[in-house]
């Protein structure tokens, strides 16, 4: 988070505590399969990736990559 500009750590930051409350009315929200961690919040350009065993435990805060022409 220390790297962030200080905009996109605030949205972070406001996303996780308000859409990791409940998963079960997360809108930003994606279980992964057949990846390291188990679950994906996007915001923004950055994807928060956690697992969740009784608790949520933040693993990895990324940004994505914008995709052009050539991505595929």
Partial sequence: ????DAHAGKQIRLAVSSELLDLSKARNVKALV????G??????????FFDF?????IV???E?????????
């Fill in 34 to 37: 057949s990846h390291a961690y």
């Fill in 39 to 48: 679950y994906r919040l996007q915001v923004g350009s950055y994807r928060v």
């Fill in 53 to 57: 065993e009784g608790a949520v435990r």
């Fill in 64 to 72: 994505a990559n914008k995709r052009d022409e050539r991505t595929y």
């Fill in 60 to 62: 990895s805060i990324e």
């Fill in 1 to 4: 988070m220390r790297k962030l």
